[in-house]
C-alpha cells in the first residue's frame, strides 16, 4: 500500500461510517487491528488502526454471538436491519464478503461499488459476485491507479435489483 492508497483509505473510512463485515473478514481483522502498531510500524497500519478501534463496525453472522471493538452482531433480519440504517442516513461500508455482497446486492442496499484491484495474481479465490439469474447495469464514475499499481473501479448501479431468493448459507 503505497502513500496515495493509504491516504485514500483514510478519507473513505473517516467520519461518520460504520464498518460491515461477513464473519469470515471480521475476524481476519479483529485478529489484526486491535493490536496493529504491535505489528507493523507502516505508515498506512499505524494512521488506519486507531480509525477502525474508533469506527462502529457491524458483523453479520449467524454463528457468531458477540464480538468486540464497538462492535454490534446481526445475525438474523439483515435486510431489515441495514434497511432501516441506510435510511436513517447511516453510511455502511462493506469490506468484503462475496456471500454478504451478493445478499445486500440481491436487496438493492449497495447504491455503489468500489472494487481495488491488486498486481498480483494468486491463482483461486472466490468470484466478486457469484451467480445471480439476472443481470445489473452498473456506470463507471471513477477509475484511478494509485502509486501502488492498485486500480480503482468506482461503479453505481444503474438498473433496479430484482426479488430476491433465500438468504445464502
Request: charged share 20%.
Amino acid at each position: 500500500m503505497g502513500p496515495e492508497l493509504s491516504a485514500y483509505s483514510q478519507e473513505l473510512t473517516g467520519g461518520d461510517k460504520v464498518f460491515l463485515y461477513g464473519r469470515v473478514v471480521w475476524e481476519m481483522m479483529a485478529g489484526y487491528w486491535p493490536q496493529a502498531e504491535q505489528h507493523s510500524t507502516h505508515e498506512h497500519d499505524l494512521a488506519f488502526a486507531p480509525i477502525w478501534r474508533a469506527a462502529p463496525k457491524i458483523v453479520v453472522s449467524r454463528t457468531l454471538e458477540k464480538a468486540d471493538w464497538n462492535t454490534r452482531v446481526i445475525g438474523e433480519d439483515v435486510v431489515e436491519e441495514l434497511t432501516a440504517l441506510k435510511e436513517s442516513g447511516v453510511t455502511l461500508l462493506l469490506f468484503g464478503g462475496s456471500a454478504l455482497a451478493a445478499h445486500l446486492t440481491a436487496h438493492g442496499l449497495i447504491d455503489e461499488y468500489r472494487i481495488f484491484v491488486h498486481p498480483v495474481v494468486l491463482g483461486g479465490g472466490k468470484p466478486v459476485f457469484r451467480a445471480r439469474a439476472d443481470r445489473f447495469g452498473l456506470e463507471l464514475v471513477e477509475s484511478r491507479t494509485f502509486d501502488s499499481q492498485v486500480v480503482l473501479l468506482r461503479h453505481r448501479r444503474t438498473t433496479p435489483p430484482t426479488p430476491p431468493g433465500p438468504r445464502p448459507s
